[in-house]
């Protein structure tokens, strides 16, 4: 029998599920940074940035509140051609809060890296690990007791030309809900024809659909729904107006986790939650970099105090409001 260390992506279609439940955020520090598929072969970087500017607003406890909201993620091959195929992974998250109430801090980051390879290819079974470390709190590395660590174990197959079948262990330390308990998880990924396809798991589920172009006005339409057990759940539509340029619709979810040192109960995190709604437009001016600009409204935020969002307590409720959008991908 034959063991080796493969480069190819750990079980294509299990990737799919595990980007299909990325709510909380498109993180590269989690299975994602093995699973994820690579444009190329020969691709080494990938990396994107955004940017949300909420209007002014206020809390519903009382004053006055306003959100920036900046992301960035990216990923890097190591050793490209090598058999174990190792990379790097990093996610940055930060909240800038202007409030006159003093039951929130101006400033919340959450940033993490991780290393990942690949450790098995085995009879048609793919495997890698992950292993990461990150900071979560208010403040800037100040808190000894906001850092985290995140580990990852992935194996999935092809189960036959058009279905694949995968498993997970996925241990994050600073994970939204049950921070403490590495969660199992699974996916069955079918592809039923060119247009249509299907993902049924635990915690995530997803459909994406893009029908054939010349039923679409000769452009090409897609549609994506995914689910992530108990309550998260994300869509968007794009649709490509010419090469360069799309417009898109879309609805999403965010649940972020923050130590912060003025809470009573050491053990309890600040908890964020956010929906968004938005529309935007998609420019590709060359092959390697991605703009983007969009308009939205963001609703049922909320900042609660608690271990995880399964047991917590509001301390404020911003109003729902508009925002704009921009960001930037790259990769080469």
Known sequence: MNRRISSRPVAVGFALAVLAGASASLAQTGPELLIKPWDNKEQLVEARAD?????????????????????????????????????????????????????????????SVAFGVGVLDYEGWQGGITFGLGYAA?????????????ADFVIGRKLDETSSIGFVIDYDGNRAAYPDVPLPGFAYTKQIDKT???????????????????NTFDHQLTLEARYQIPDAFDARIDYELVKEVG????????????????????????????KRVEGGVIWRPIEQLTFTGAVGYAFSQEFNVGWDITDQDRVAKPSDEPYLRVGLEFRF
């Open 51 to 111: 940017a949300i500017w909420l209007d002014d607003g206020k809390l519903r406890e009382g004053g006055d509140f306003q959100l920036g909201f900046y992301e960035t993620e990216g990923r890097a091959r190591l050793l490209v051609g090598n058999r174990a195929d190792p990379r790097f992974g990093y996610n940055v998250t930060y909240l800038d809060i202007d409030t006159d109430s003093g039951a929130l801090p101006i400033n919340l980051i959450d940033t």
């Open 138 to 150: 208010a403040g800037a590395f100040d808190d000894g007791n906001a850092y985290y660590g995140k």
């Open 196 to 214: 249509l396809s299907y993902t049924v798991g635990f915690p995530f589920s997803s459909v994406t659909w893009k029908p054939d172009p010349a």
């Open 247 to 274: 417009v898109y619709l879309a609805y999403s979810e965010r649940y972020e986790a923050f130590k912060w040192d003025e809470l009573t109960n050491s053990n309890d995190r600040l908890l964020f939650q956010q």
